[in-house]
């Protein structure tokens, strides 16, 4: 279990760090955007991604019982 939990870090970092290589410029661009949004709808959207998040880990765990 703990090592499909490290795998699944290290996929998540590597793949945030490709992002963040390939399209560094693209990525200040959006900082900058997204300095303008208000904090109520980040929270939001990031309420919604948490829930969709706990639902996916939620049922993997109950269909492939690991």
């Known amino acids: 279990m703990l090592e499909l939990f490290l795998f699944g870090i290290g996929c998540v970092l590597l793949f945030e760090g490709l992002i963040y290589f ?9 900082f900058q955007l997204v300095s303008t949004v208000k904090s ?15 639902c ?3 049922f993997t765990l109950k269909i492939y019982r690991i």
């Not at 390939?22 to 959006?30: E, L, Q, R, Y």
Request: charged letters at 25%; hydrophobic letters at 55%; proline letters at 0%.
């Open 56 to 58: 996916l880990i939620y």
């Open 22 to 30: 390939f399209f560094a410029k693209k990525i200040k661009d959006m």
């Open 40 to 54: 109520e709808k980040i929270r939001n959207f990031s309420s919604i991604l948490i829930i969709l998040g706990l």
